[in-house]
């Protein structure tokens, strides 16, 4: 609203007379703030009717196109104070560290007895070091360590497996000078990537499909001019799988951007609420 104004024109009193809340109804600005592409966060309207919530509770991040967050409406929902918050973000972190080894069982199918196992006892594992963090509910428990799962087990299937696929790939059509199913067809009987073996099969059964592999080669080369070294080529789609993919951010980033917002419009952090 204020855009174009000098920083020294913006006092309280001057911005309530120009935008009243009568004139905001007036201009739908509260029914419209969803689709204001400018910022990523709003005062949801309806939580200002509870007396017992804090500016920092009414303040809602945006999802985007609706995949910028994991599980955006939970997250809405948790009205967990800001020391709770900062709280979160160091268990995540402790988590992170000691219940790394859950990555070496990746490959178990999800929902066999020995995954089921293995997930329980990263639970108990996450539940004795929550009892070091006084403000940690089971709730919050149990969603870092589904959390701390998703972000393994997407790195490690969608970045780390897809990363040495892609660089053959380009290798192949940049170098040799052949197509893309050409590429694959070679890198199939070769027998490179066991473990990408249905995604390469499904490209090359269905020929006229604008695949997820095709979309994401040409998301992570498209910066990679056909000259470049192939020690070269391989940095940059390394840092391309690692900065460009998409991925829905959890618990954690969205805890991680609303302090940053909070702090830096300068709300009430220490400001109590109900807990989740």
């Known amino acids: 609203m204020a855009q174009g104004v000098p920083m020294d024109e913006l006092d309280d009193m001057t911005l ?10 007036e201009t739908y600005y509260f029914s419209d703030y969803d689709h204001d592409d400018s910022i990523d966060w ?25 995949t910028r967050y994991l599980d955006w409406e939970k997250y809405c929902s948790w009205f967990t104070t800001y020391e709770t918050d900062e709280e979160y973000l160091k268990y995540f972190e402790e988590i992170s560290k000691k219940i790394k080894w859950i ?13 089921i196992e293995v997930e329980a006892r990263g639970f108990r594992q996450a539940v004795e070091i929550a009892l070091d963090f006084p403000h940690m509910s089971f709730d ?56 990408q073996e249905k995604c390469i099969q499904f490209v090359l059964d269905n020929s006229s499909i604008y ?17 470049t070294p192939e020690d070269e080529g391989r940095r940059l789609i390394t840092m391309a799988v690692w900065s460009k993919l998409h991925k829905e951010k959890t618990w954690n980033e969205y805890i991680m951007r609303k302090i940053e917002i909070a702090k830096h419009i300068g709300l009430d952090l220490q400001a109590t609420c109900i807990r989740i």
């Not at 309207?45 to 999802?63: E, I, Q």
């Not at 990555?103 to 995954?115: A, D, I, L």
């Not at 497996?161 to 197509?179: G, M, V």
């Open 16 to 25: 309530r007379k120009e935008y009243s809340p009568e004139a905001l109804e």
């Open 42 to 66: 709003y005062f949801d309207p309806d939580h200002s009717v509870h007396s017992y919530l804090s500016d920092y509770h009414r303040l809602v991040l945006k999802n985007g196109d609706g």
């Open 103 to 115: 990555k070496r069982y990746m490959e178990f199918e999800r929902g066999s007895p020995e995954w």
């Open 140 to 195: 919050l428990a149990l969603t870092v360590r589904s959390d701390h799962i998703f972000n393994t087990r997407f790195d490690h299937f969608d970045r780390e497996e897809i990363d040495p696929l892609l660089f053959e790939i380009w290798k192949r059509l940049t170098k040799r000078k052949i197509t893309f199913r050409q590429a694959l067809e070679q890198i199939q009987q070769e027998n490179m990537f066991p473990r």
């Open 211 to 227: 695949t997820r592999l095709q979309s994401t080669f040409d998301t992570c080369v498209e910066d990679i001019s056909d000259e």
